[in-house]
């Protein structure tokens, strides 16, 4: 429910000062989501599968990874996806590790890294902060994940 | 200069004493209508002048906010319940990288627009144009990550808001004697494709033992998952599905209660 801790804390005018926020006093409440954005979403590619390709093209190290007990965007749907860019494998799937636990698993790609984060929800993060900030720290050096 | 001081925070509310700097206002990214985002900087606090520059996205649509990158997944705070204050994230990935968190597209959070029709026709096409905007124009206020190396990341719906984003960069960089020193990007449970997506949702539903055989083999031949807007038919049998087979579960988080 730490959602309702943020509305709690940006709606109060003395954090809304301190960020520079709010300067224009918005005829609304701050939100975690905007219902009517959402519900007006005018425009949305039906895949980003082409973008990938166009970007795989032009060298950009690009990392995909899937907290495994999100029932959301899971991690078959993501799997199921990465799948149709029909990529070779680099270093083929093995399990990545941090402080000696099963981080998730891993498959390093030409042009993409996909790693599944073990008992992650939705928001990786959240649920396996020290998992997701190693997973992170590998993304910038550009190194494979740790295999122990 | 002036802007950037305007913009720095010298404390939060209820927020521990730190050592690294943080930065936060607004970016006007469409004169004509009046429209600005909202970011927040919070640099490194090991080698701030070095260290690359990551921009966070969060998802929805609509749900960019820095509520979730920031105040409960990567950003060096954590609110606590009473929403007095805030303590430290141990694991917040400001130990390696300047984390730049922008609410996107207007309407999200702080940012805005002054033309309130924006809110009834905005997509993706827009978010990547004025994210876009924003990054040139924030870079002008704060130059020495003109050079530096960009990463972007993101989670959720941010599948469609990263790449869209990067594809953007790469393309004002081809034309531009000011290139963003754009390096890759991160994305998380993201949207990407909505026919396998789809697929491999309801497969996660029957292989973790959410849904029945029937309403698994129900969905497959009564969804076309190529369509934007499903029939009737299998509309019902989602709501089946999520209604009286899941149970009493955080669909994000499926082993732990919902939020009441």
Redesign the interface.
């Known amino acids: 429910?730490?959602?309702?801790?943020?509305?709690?804390?940006?709606n109060?005018p003395?954090?809304?000062k301190?960020?520079?926020?709010?300067?224009?006093k918005?005829p609304y409440k701050?939100?975690?989501?905007?219902?009517?954005?959402?519900r007006?979403?005018?425009?949305?590619?039906?895949?980003?599968?082409p973008?990938?390709r166009?970007?795989i093209a032009?060298g950009?190290?690009?990392?995909?990874?899937?907290?495994d007990?999100?029932?959301?965007?899971?991690?078959?749907?993501?799997?199921?996806?990465?799948?149709?860019l029909k990529l070779s494998t680099k270093v083929p799937w093995y399990p990545w590790y941090v402080k000696r636990q099963v981080g998730g698993w891993t498959e390093v790609y030409e042009g993409l890294t996909f790693a599944t984060?073990r008992g992650a929800?939705?928001?990786?993060?959240?649920?396996k902060?020290?998992a997701?900030?190693q997973?992170?720290?590998s993304?910038?050096r550009?190194e494979p994940l740790p295999k122990s | 200069e002036e802007e950037e001081e305007?913009?720095r925070?010298?404390?939060?509310?209820g927020q521990p004493k730190v050592s690294f700097q943080q930065f936060?206002?607004?970016v006007t990214v469409n004169e004509a209508a009046g429209r600005?985002l909202?970011y927040?900087l919070t640099e490194s606090f090991q080698n701030p002048l070095s260290q690359?520059l990551v921009i966070w996205l969060n998802g929805?649509?609509?749900?960019s906010?820095?509520?979730?990158?920031a105040?409960?997944?990567?950003g060096p705070f954590?609110?606590?319940?009473?929403?007095s204050g805030?303590y430290l994230?141990?694991?917040?990935?400001n130990?390696?990288?300047n984390l730049l968190f922008l609410e996107t597209?207007a309407?999200?959070?702080?940012s805005?627009s002054?033309r309130s029709s924006d809110?009834?026709?905005?997509?993706?096409?827009?978010t990547a144009e004025d994210s876009l905007q924003f990054l040139i124009r924030w870079m002008d206020r704060f130059p020495r990550y003109k050079s530096r190396e960009v990463?972007l990341?993101g989670?959720?719906y941010a599948?469609?808001y990263v790449?869209?984003l990067?594809?953007a960069i790469?393309a004002y960089n081809a034309k531009s004697k000011h290139p963003i020193n754009?390096?890759?990007?991160?994305?998380?449970?993201?949207?990407?494709?909505?026919?396998?997506?789809?697929?491999?949702?309801v497969?996660?539903?029957w292989?973790?033992a959410?849904i029945s055989d029937r309403t698994y083999h129900q969905l497959i031949s009564t969804c076309d998952f190529?369509q934007?807007k499903e029939s009737n038919q299998c509309e019902t049998t989602y709501s089946y599905a999520m209604d009286q087979e899941?149970g009493n579960i955080?669909?994000?988080?499926?082993?732990?209660p919902p939020?009441?």
């Open positions: 429910c730490t959602e309702k801790y943020a509305e709690a804390y940006y109060r003395d954090v809304q301190a960020l520079h926020a709010n300067t224009t918005i701050w939100t975690a989501c905007s219902e009517e954005l959402n007006n979403w005018n425009d949305t590619d039906v895949s980003i599968l973008i990938y166009e970007l032009a950009l190290r690009i990392w995909v990874f899937s907290g007990v999100d029932s959301v965007v899971p991690v078959t749907a993501t799997r199921y996806s990465l799948a149709q984060v929800g939705h928001e990786v993060p959240l649920f902060p020290r997701a900030l997973l992170f720290k993304f910038l550009g | 305007a913009d925070i010298l404390a939060l509310p936060s206002g607004y600005a909202f927040w690359p929805g649509p609509g749900c906010s820095v509520a979730y990158g105040s409960e997944e990567i954590r609110i606590n319940k009473s929403g805030l994230n141990k694991f917040s990935w130990t390696v990288a597209p309407g999200v959070g702080f805005y002054n809110l009834l026709d905005t997509g993706d096409l827009r990463y990341a989670e959720s599948g469609h790449p869209q990067a594809r790469v754009l390096k890759g990007f991160m994305v998380g449970n993201a949207v990407t494709d909505n026919y396998y997506d789809n697929l491999g949702t497969t996660y539903w292989s973790h959410m190529t934007q899941f955080d669909q994000y988080n499926i082993y732990a939020c009441n």
